[in-house]
């Protein structure tokens, strides 16, 4: 069965931390990504990481945000820190050789 469990969001408040992981099963555990979208914007890529360990991140969370994958577990994660108002969006996480995602979860910054 192909899986892609997300857990790790939630409410903080602005300067505050968040890590976001993302289970997988039954399916190719390559490059890995994490997108999210906020109320009335499109969905936007915010961080990839290959099977070799290299990242890449949008320019908006560049410095306050790492993404990291453990391969024995099978899990990305995505640590979030410094966290800004416009970092509230519904994170998704992506597994692009399969192009598959997982459901969702929401991250709420709020001052």
């Known amino acids: 069965q192909v899986q892609l469990v997300e857990s790790g969001g939630g409410a903080v408040q602005v300067g505050g931390s968040l890590t976001l992981s993302c289970a997988a099963s039954?399916?190719?555990?390559?490059?890995m990504d994490w997108y999210r979208q906020a109320p009335g914007k499109q969905r936007e890529l915010v961080a990839v990481?290959?099977?070799?360990?290299?990242?890449n991140y949008a320019d908006s969370v560049k410095g306050r945000f790492t993404i990291s994958r453990d391969d024995v577990k099978r899990t990305a994660y995505l640590q979030m820190s410094s966290l800004k108002a416009e970092d509230t969006a519904v994170y998704y996480c992506?597994?692009?050789?399969?192009?598959?995602w997982g459901q969702g979860t929401q991250v709420t910054v709020s001052s």
């Open positions: 039954g399916i190719i555990f390559g490059i």
């Open positions: 990481i290959t099977r070799a360990g290299h990242a």
């Open positions: 992506h597994a692009a050789s399969a192009n598959y």
